[in-house]
């Protein structure tokens, strides 16, 4: 089924549990969570790099450029 809403406009909660790769070639990453706003920042998304464990907080907007896994 598709979504009919485009990626954009998404809720940032419904992109947890999905996977996606840092541009066409780079490392795939897990979207963990939405982290809490800060005053002057753009929305953040908690994601887990698959190949390293490690979890950072990653722009909403570059997440939404990536392509998505599985």
Same mark, same amino acid.
């Given at each position: ?5 485009? +990626? +954009? ?13 840092? =541009?066409?070639? =780079?490392?795939?990453?897990?979207? /963990? ?6 005053? +002057? ?7 887990? /790099?698959?190949?390293? =464990? ?15 896994? =599985?």
């Amino acid at each position: 089924m598709l979504d009919a809403k485009p +990626a +954009a406009l998404q809720e940032p909660r419904s992109l947890i549990g999905s996977w996606r790769r840092f =541009g066409s070639a =780079g490392p795939i990453y897990e979207i /963990v969570g939405v982290t809490e706003p800060k005053a +002057a920042d753009h929305p953040q998304m908690r994601i887990r /790099v698959l190949e390293t =464990g490690e979890e950072l907080d990653y722009p909403l907007t570059d997440l939404l450029e990536d392509p998505a896994e =599985g």
